[in-house]
Nanobody
Framework: QVQLVESGGGLVQPGGSLRLSCAAS????????MGWYRQAPGKQRELVAA???????NYADSVKGRFTISRDNAKNTVYLEMNSLKPEDTAVYYC?????????????WGQGTQVTVSS
């Protein structure tokens, strides 16, 4: 059984910073791509940032220059450093990971963590 557990969300003022973490655990053989998505009320879930096992990154235009995705392969953990936060960044943030176990290859999702940017 594989789980992704997120942490680090919360309430922050505009211009502030937060760091999200997502740790994968269970019977993991390897992890390829990992990423962060977000879903605001009434909107579709959208990609925020993604990172390959080799460290290649991809960002949504709306967060380029403000957010940084990174990963620690030894800890099976992906991070999202969010700076210069704006009210429009308010959403539930989900991590995902493409994980190979010893029997299959599946995209797993975390449970989501709320990020609220408000004064």
């Amino acid at each position: 059984q594989v789980q992704l557990v997120e942490s680090g969300g919360g309430l922050v003022q505009p211009g502030g910073s937060l760091r999200l973490s997502c740790a994968a655990s269970g019977s993991i053989f390897s992890i390829s791509a990992m990423g962060w998505y977000r879903q605001a009320p009434g909107k579709q879930r959208e990609l925020v940032a993604a990172i390959t096992s080799g460290g290649t990154t991809n960002y949504a235009d709306s967060v380029k220059g403000r957010f940084t995705i990174s990963r620690d392969n030894a800890k099976n953990t992906v991070y999202l450093e969010m700076n210069s936060l704006k009210p429009e960044d308010t959403a539930v943030y989900y991590c995902n990971a493409d994980i190979s176990t010893y029997s299959d290859y599946v995209t797993y999702w975390g449970q989501g963590t709320q990020v609220t940017v408000s004064s």
